[in-house]
């Protein structure tokens, strides 16, 4: 529950500092004086989004804090997941800078707003009029049978069952159009495959393919060259080797007359030993060498097809173009197949509706047992309320699955004797809604773990008795819940165990909204006000002792 709650710097609210009761707390205060201001300040600590637009002063920060006893919530699992620090006292804080940023923290750990709202969502039930309005739909409505019914976690449990069904179902609508656009491209894929196939490609060969036609396309030439250098090394009366061998032999002749000699000599006949390998070497290589037109042609047309291929499918290599050959491959591999793949497909979707409908018709059921007790508690409690004749039934039709489920679910209302029940939407007034919605609260405040209850003028629309008979719902409420309830009925406001006073302060150039918490005798004297205006008179001073004394 909330035990502490500091605003700072937000809308017209410099800094207030409260520690509610957690019993049953009333605010009143005055129209404008800020009592919604706190609300909106509460809902930063819930996660909702905030701008500058708050601050009361736009050169300093803004701060919202909240300390709440977590003891008894079971919320250690939710700490952990989220890898944050668990302490029976949980410190909540939004900080809004005056550049716009805002930031998260629970328990000093910088959080998400989604962190932040899944959290908030176990610590408080903020009922505004805005939700009063939720009511009418249907959504809601399915919510708050859920809720009554225990059918939550189930239906938890049926929407990953809905969602895996249509993941399914959209797999193999997926498919049958693949499959379709694939049984139209299959004689092109086909065609395809089938020339590249036809190509018997090999990796790697290209960069061969090229280097062997460089060397057959220059074959006159090379063969030329090849008798040509023969020719001057030792194909002729005066070539180099004829010139080298006489060099070699007068340098032997004085290779004797000093180490210098004998070292030239050696290099010298060294050399003319490796030239007359090299003319070897040439002789025969030149007259082995043939130009090959006919392999020249068959290398040219096999380069020239590799080209048109990879020109045809815009890529610059045959590991390309082995890669294209195995997809379409796999293509038609899938086309041929594709009547199995169909059917497993058909069959995980059967598998999951089956299981889908089952729990559908099992949470239908379910919800279906508690419609009548439901209905029941609601006109009792409405009937507490001062709506004697309000009638209170719960419509049911199947529908599609959805992820609700197969239950197309109404609330309908009367709140006149003779009136069949019809859709909230078109029938309920302002104060009718308030007191349905209060019941509704008051019924679902045991269903779901709920700490900390606010209200916020939950009452509008009624007065007198019924005030006082809401209260009395709140005061038991409180037994079990911390409730705080903003109010303008002096009945509700007595029956406080603590009451908070939020008015406006207008001594500075600034207005500035603030709270107090009344001791007794300032208590009497502002539900005195409530009843009898700025100058109560001693019956309303009197009626407001009463009020308390009860």
Do not use: W
Request: proline share 2%; net charge negative.
């Amino acid at each position: 529950m909330l035990q502490k709650l500091l605003i700072k710097n937000y809308a017209l609210i410099q800094e207030l500092n409260i520690n509610p009761s957690p019993n049953l707390n009333t605010i009143t205060g005055e129209t404008g004086a800020g009592k919604s201001i706190m609300l909106g300040a509460v809902g930063l600590l819930l996660g909702k989004r905030a701008d500058t637009k708050v601050l009361y002063s736009s050169d300093t920060k803004c701060v919202v804090e909240g300390i709440f006893d977590i003891t008894e919530y079971n919320l250690n699992s939710f700490f952990e997941s989220e890898d944050l620090d668990y302490d029976e006292e949980c410190v909540i804080r939004r900080e809004i800078s005056a550049s716009g940023k805002s930031r998260a923290f629970i328990n000093d750990t910088p959080v998400t707003l989604d962190i932040l709202k899944n959290l908030g969502s176990h610590l408080m039930d903020v009922h505004s009029q805005h939700e009063t309005l939720l009511i009418g739909d249907q959504d809601f409505q399915l919510r708050i049978i859920d809720a009554y019914a225990g059918t939550l976690e189930s239906l938890k449990n049926y929407q990953s069952i809905f969602t895996s069904y249509t993941k399914a179902k959209k797999s193999l609508e997926t498919f049958k159009e693949s499959a379709s656009q694939m049984q139209q491209e299959k004689d092109f894929n086909q065609f395809l495959f089938d020339e590249l196939d036809k190509a018997q490609l090999k990796a790697g060969e290209q960069e061969e393919l090229e280097e062997k036609l460089e060397l057959l396309e220059n074959g006159e030439l090379i063969k030329l060259k090849l008798s040509e250098a023969y020719q001057l090394v030792d194909g002729q009366e005066f070539a180099a080797i004829h010139n080298l061998h006489q060099a070699t032999e007068s340098l032997k002749t004085i290779q004797s007359y000093g180490k210098d000699f004998q070292e030239l000599s050696e290099r010298l006949n060294s050399s003319f030993i490796e030239i007359q390998d090299i003319a070897k070497e040439l002789e025969i290589t030149a007259n082995e060498f043939e130009h090959q037109p006919d392999e020249l042609q068959q290398t040219q047309e096999r380069v020239s097809l590799i080209y048109s291929l990879q020109q045809k499918h815009h890529v610059d290599s045959v590991e390309d173009l082995l890669k294209i050959k195995t997809e379409l491959e796999e293509k038609l591999l899938a086309v041929a197949d594709v009547e199995g793949s169909e059917l497993k497909l058909q069959k995980a979707v059967d598998e999951a509706y089956s299981k889908m409908n089952e729990k559908a018709k099992e949470i239908s059921k379910q919800r279906n047992k508690y419609f009548e007790k439901l209905e029941n508690e609601l006109r009792a409690l409405l009937a507490g309320l001062g709506m004697e004749d309000a009638v209170v039934k719960i419509d049911n039709k199947v529908k599609p699955h959805d992820k609700s489920g197969i239950d197309d679910i109404k609330i309908l209302f009367s709140a006149n004797k003779g009136i069949a029940p019809q859709n909230l939407k078109n029938v309920a007034s302002g104060g009718e809604f308030s007191r349905l919605m209060f019941a509704i609260k008051s019924i679902m405040a045991d269903k779901i773990a709920m700490p900390t209850i606010i209200f916020d003028e939950i009452d509008t629309g009624i007065s007198g008795e019924v005030a006082i008979k809401m209260v009395n719902m709140m005061q038991k409420m409180a037994e079990k819940h911390q409730v705080i309830t903003i109010s303008h009925l002096p009945q509700i406001a007595a029956k406080g165990h603590q009451h908070y006073f939020v008015y406006k302060d207008n001594s500075a150039d600034k207005s500035v909204s603030k709270i107090k918490l009344l001791d007794q005798d300032e208590r009497s004297l502002e539900i005195a006000k409530m009843i009898g205006g700025e100058n109560p008179s001693e019956s309303a001073i009197q009626s407001a002792k009463e009020l308390l004394s009860v």
